[in-house]
């Protein structure tokens, strides 16, 4: 599918498919979404609540790299030792990496953003000490983690353009893989996908989203 680049709201950019009218990130602001929706209320609403600064975190969707860039950028001003893994069945092309400003705009070198996405697929690198990548070309429905993940970014594409990937399958897939305890985060509202993460599980609790977006979800996997 053909991707453009699209400015947002707070001057970031992100990439517009045509085809589905659909962005990978918030039309209001790539970087404020971000920010708000996997920094604030996942990473940190986790480190909050845990005393552990050693974080499994699994992504649903690498994309453009901003949740992870962001992630590592915390480490460098936080005692964080992360172990990141991002899935992703259709990775970007350099040529499309090397538009985005999210570098520029943060006020920090563009060496970790590139060297995320220049590390090889499916084999574990280390970003810095304190960051640890593992990038999978696959399909969610494909992941068989097992109680080994603290928190995940579930940043899939919106359930009006793939509404499979918003299933109680995929869900189950999302609560076996995560440690009792664990969290997950989306920036999604929506019922059906509230509904789904219940029926398996999870307590879901709707909090203010990022700008543009007046919800989001947080979900935890209860300790039996």
């Not at 030792?81 to 970007?92: F, K």
């Amino acid at each position: 599918m053909k991707r453009s680049i699209l400015k947002t709201g707070d001057g970031s950019y992100t990439l517009h498919i045509a085809e589905w009218n659909e962005q990978y990130h918030s039309k209001h602001g790539a970087i404020a979404e971000a920010l708000h929706v996997f920094i604030k209320e996942g990473l940190f609403y986790w480190t909050d609540n845990n005393s552990s600064k050693d974080i499994s975190i699994l992504e649903i969707g690498f994309g453009t790299g901003l949740n992870a860039f962001l992630t590592l950028l915390e480490t460098e001003t936080h005692n964080f030792n992360i172990t990141y893994t991002g899935v992703e069945a259709y990775p970007l092309e350099v040529s499309e990496i090397e538009t985005l400003n999210y570098p520029e705009l943060l006020n920090t070198s563009e060496e970790g953003f590139l060297t995320l996405h220049n590390t090889p697929w499916e084999e574990k690198s280390s970003i810095s000490d304190n960051f640890h990548l593992l990038k999978n070309k696959m399909y969610f429905s494909e992941i068989t983690l097992d109680s080994s993940i603290d928190l995940i970014y579930f940043d899939a594409f919106g359930i009006r353009v793939q509404a499979d990937l918003w299933t109680e399958e995929i869900f189950q897939l999302m609560y076996n893989a995560l440690k009792p305890n664990g969290v997950l985060v989306t920036y999604a509202a929506n019922g059906n996908a509230r509904r789904a993460m219940q029926a398996v599980g999870f307590s879901v609790e709707r909090i203010p989203g990022p700008p543009g977006k007046k919800e989001m979800m947080r979900a935890t996997k209860l300790e039996l």
